[in-house]
């Protein structure tokens, strides 16, 4: 049985203009163009990374 919680992540903002380290880390998370969702694992790690972009996606 999958008892693994997920998230589902949804780009709403641009990364155009932003750190490179925050385009990186978009593209971490899966995520390509406005409105694209990715669905991850709920880790500590993909947490931090949702954190430190919360101005550019939302969850879903």
Same mark, same amino acid.
């Given at each position: ?5 997920? !998230? ?7 990364? &155009? #203009?932003?750190? @490179?380290?925050?385009? @990186?880390?978009v593209r971490g998370l #899966? !995520?390509?163009? !406005? =409105?694209?969702?990715?669905? !991850?694992?709920?880790?500590? @790690?993909?947490? #931090?990374? &949702? =954190?430190?972009? @919360? ?6």
């Open positions: 049985m999958s008892d693994k919680k997920t !998230l589902t992540v949804k780009l709403v903002r641009s990364p &155009i #203009g932003c750190k @490179a380290s925050h385009r @990186a880390t #899966g !995520l390509r163009r !406005l =409105n694209s969702q990715s669905t !991850l694992e709920d880790t500590p @790690a993909v947490r #931090g990374m &949702i =954190n430190k972009v @919360a101005y550019l996606v939302l969850v879903v």
